[in-house]
């Protein structure tokens, strides 16, 4: 798979957002129950910027098939060394070890970041990134019981994290 990633600009919106979009029939990946407009993702899209909070797209020939973002944790100074990691794959590009690579590359930027600890905040039911984030030393570091309330459906939604300063190596899993 030949490609590349590189920050987003505010040409890419439309595409982040509609694999954003392609996420919410699921119910697997994100607590909105309907699709978000382009207009309601510009103040989250101007919280990113390369320096800090990045936010990344992916191409492959010239087409933006997937997007990655470092998002304040509470937003207080105190922990501003702490991020939340997300990762959205077009449908197209899932399956296909995207979402390893693209997480590997988050682990590995974060500390010239200023980064040290990476969250993700992913549903229990949600096994494929469950696993993404296992393979990767991630633990479970808090469950939020029945939070969401999906198609009547009540979700937990579970924190996961990895401290970066003497944790098990990126890519490589925890021994059971």
Known sequence: MS???????????????????STVASRQVTADLDPVSIESRLAW??????????????????????????????????????????IY?????????LGKKLLQEALD?????????????????????MRLF???????????PRVAMLDGVERDLVILGLRLDGAAKPGMAAAA
Not at 89 to 97: F, V
Not at 134 to 144: D, I, K, N, P
């Open 89 to 97: 794959l077009d449908e197209r590009a899932r399956g296909k070890g």
């Open 134 to 144: 296992a393979s990767f030393g991630f633990t479970a570091w808090g469950t939020l």
């Open 45 to 86: 899209f101007h919280s990113h910027g390369p320096h800090a909070r990045p936010l990344w797209v992916v191409e492959e020939g010239g087409e933006v098939i997937a997007w990655l973002s470092f998002s304040d944790f509470y937003g207080r100074p105190a922990y501003a060394r702490t991020v939340e990691v997300s």
């Open 109 to 129: 930027k974060a500390p010239s970041l200023n980064v040290d600890t990476v969250l993700g905040f992913v549903f229990g039911h949600n096994e494929p990134s």
């Open 3 to 21: 490609l590349t990633y590189r920050d987003a600009t505010l040409d890419d919106l439309p595409a982040i957002v509609a694999i954003y979009n």
